[in-house]
């Protein structure tokens, strides 16, 4: 039990959070049409999404906004601290954080969109094992980090993340415009983005575990693993689409 922290009492009763079958379900069923799909669309025309993608990926912006703001002005009015947060000093901040990181965790869900459009579009290019390991495993995650960390020094990943989610839905909102693509050159910032924030993240982790302040150790080396894990799949990427 150390390992994790007790089960926080805080999220008792949130939707999804009680029971993690729906979670579990969800990522199979996922993994399940990226299997199948691609099988399914082989022999048929791809489809045009643009009227869905539009909508989908301006939806996905502004609700990366909103996560963003609220995040920052949660540890804002929390005072929390860069290098090591506990879950429960923060006082009515923290309440506030947990709601958003309901929200964030529940972005995970919807993402999931992000890969059924490839598979629609025929776009299996961009079904990589990164991308399917990348949106598999977060709602997973976060489903153990709602119910145990709900907030404290969670909080900065997710900030990033946010951030980094504001110009990606904005980038491929504006690219499911086909005048518009060709004015579009930010995208391999944008990967360049992802991979400080997953530096950087790892940093923030580390900086807990050098001067603890209560905050469960378990969590925060599985966290450094795991951004060790993107760092490399990303890179990879990086390589393999920007340097040939």
């Given amino acids: 039990d150390s390992w994790m922290g007790p089960r926080d009492p805080r999220v008792r009763g949130w939707l999804l959070l009680d029971n993690y079958i729906p979670t ?3 990522t199979v069923m996922y993994l399940l049409i990226v299997w199948m799909g691609p099988k399914y669309m082989k022999n048929r ?3 045009s999404c643009r009227a869905l993608l539009v909508p989908y990926n301006l939806g996905l912006m502004l609700l990366s906004l909103y996560m963003f703001y609220e995040l920052v002005m949660s540890a804002y009015q929390g005072g929390y601290n860069f290098f090591c947060q506990n879950t429960h000093s923060g006082g009515e901040a923290d309440n506030r954080m947990m709601n958003v990181l309901w929200w964030y965790y529940f972005s995970k869900l919807i993402e999931f969109m992000d890969t059924f459009f490839f598979i629609l579009g025929k776009n299996n290019h961009q079904i990589t094992f990164l991308h399917v390991y990348h949106h598999a495993t ?6 153990f980090v709602m119910n145990w960390v709900p907030c404290g020094h969670s909080y900065f990943g997710s900030t990033f993340n946010s951030f980094i989610h504001v110009l990606m ?15 579009l050159w930010w995208k391999k ?7 400080v924030q997953f530096v950087l993240t790892m940093f923030q982790t580390s900086c807990a575990v050098v001067w603890p302040c209560g905050f469960p150790m378990g969590w925060l080396y599985f966290q450094i693993s795991y951004m060790i894990t993107l760092i490399l799949l990303f890179t990879n990427f990086y390589i393999q689409t920007y340097k040939k």
């Fill in 138 to 143: 977060m709602l997973n995650i976060w489903w």
């Fill in 189 to 195: 910032y944008i990967t360049q983005g992802q991979l």
């Fill in 24 to 26: 579990v379900a969800f």
């Fill in 45 to 47: 025309q791809p489809y």
């Fill in 169 to 183: 839905y904005s980038y491929y909102g504006l690219s499911a415009v086909p005048a518009i693509r060709p004015y």
